[in-house]
């Protein structure tokens, strides 16, 4: 019995104890020290716009009706398609040079 007593105790004063030390926050001088997380951050590249999102829409699906109707070979289709795959791979590690530098 004289254990359990014990540990209610500590408990309790380890409870002050941390409401004390939280007490004694100030949190205007915390935001002033560490970066805020909140808040809409700049992109590192420029989004395509509307219209751009719009003209490639249109070109691929352009490509996918030659495709399906026969004005373009398969192998034409393959050649622009691994052209698409090939600018899709360099892509990334080129624009992040460029945020980079």
Same mark, same amino acid.
């Given at each position: 019995?004289?254990?359990?007593?014990?540990?209610?105790?500590?408990?309790?004063?380890?409870?002050?104890?941390?409401?004390?030390?939280?007490?004694?926050?100030?949190?205007?001088?915390?935001?002033?020290?560490?970066?805020?997380?909140?808040?809409?951050?700049?992109?590192?590249?420029?989004?395509?716009?509307?219209? @751009?999102?719009?003209?490639?829409?249109?070109? $691929?699906?352009? !490509? %996918?009706? #030659?495709?399906?109707?026969? +004005?373009?070979?398969?192998? @034409?289709?393959?050649?622009?398609?691994?052209? $698409?795959?090939? !600018? %899709?791979? #360099?892509?990334?590690?080129? +624009?992040?040079?460029?945020? @980079?530098?």
């Amino acid at each position: 019995m004289l254990v359990v007593g014990n540990q209610r105790s500590l408990s309790r004063i380890s409870g002050l104890i941390l409401a004390g030390m939280l007490a004694g926050c100030n949190s205007t001088a915390d935001l002033a020290t560490y970066p805020s997380v909140y808040g809409q951050k700049p992109a590192a590249m420029q989004q395509m716009t509307d219209e @751009e999102a719009v003209n490639m829409q249109g070109r $691929l699906t352009a !490509l %996918a009706a #030659q495709r399906r109707s026969g +004005a373009i070979s398969e192998a @034409e289709y393959q050649r622009r398609l691994k052209e $698409l795959q090939l !600018l %899709a791979e #360099q892509h990334g590690p080129e +624009a992040l040079k460029q945020i @980079e530098n």
